[in-house]
C-alpha cells in the first residue's frame, strides 16, 4: 500500500507545528504539492534549504513504503517556480556575454537540481554549451562557453 503524498506532507507539516492548505498540480516531472501558509518564509527556509529538506523527507518516506513512488516536488506559493525563472533568466543573460565575447564563465556552485535547469536551458542552443566538472560533490560549478563550430562540408 502506497502513501497519499499529500495527507503525508500534511501530517509532516502538522507535527512541525505549521497550519497550511495543501495542493496538488501535475507536472513536468509528475506531482508538484504547493503548500500555501502564513509562515511561507519559515517554511522556505533559508534560500530554500528548509524547502529542499521537506521534499527530500518526503520523498523518502514516500519511496520507503513503495519503491516505484514518482517523485514529489514541494514548492510553497510558488517561490520554487519563480525561483527557477529567476535562475534561468539570469544564465540567458550571462550566455549573452559568452556569446560577445567568447570567454567562457563560471557560475556559482549549484545543486543537482538547479545544475539541471541550466544544462535544461542550454541543451539544445547552437552556440553555447554547459559543462560541469565530474566530480562528486554535492555542489558543483557549471561554466558556460561557446560551442565549437562544426565545419560546413564544401559544396
Excluded at 525561483?83 to 545543486?111: C, F, W
Excluded at 545544475?115 to 536551458?121: D, E, F, G
Amino acid at each position: 500500500m502506497s502513501l497519499n503524498p499529500r495527507d503525508t506532507l500534511d501530517t509532516m507539516l502538522g507535527h512541525l507545528g505549521f497550519v497550511c492548505e495543501i495542493k496538488e498540480f501535475p507536472s513536468e516531472h509528475g506531482l508538484t504539492l504547493m503548500i500555501y501558509s502564513a509562515e511561507k518564509d519559515r517554511l522556505i527556509g533559508r534560500n530554500g534549504a528548509l524547502l529542499e529538506d521537506l521534499q527530500l523527507l518526503l520523498n523518502r518516506l514516500l519511496q520507503a513504503k513503495d519503491k516505484n513512488a514518482a517523485k514529489v516536488q514541494v514548492d510553497i506559493e510558488h517561490w520554487r517556480e519563480m525561483k527557477d525563472d529567476s535562475l534561468a533568466h539570469r544564465v540567458q543573460q550571462i550566455a549573452d556575454i559568452v556569446r560577445q565575447t567568447g570567454r567562457p564563465y563560471q557560475l556559482e556552485p549549484m545543486n543537482a537540481y538547479e545544475r539541471r535547469i541550466v544544462h535544461n536551458a542550454f541543451k539544445d542552443d547552437p552556440q553555447i554549451q554547459s559543462w560541469s566538472p565530474p566530480d562528486d560533490s554535492r555542489l558543483k560549478r557549471i561554466t558556460l562557453r561557446k560551442r565549437p563550430q562544426t565545419q560546413q562540408p564544401q559544396a
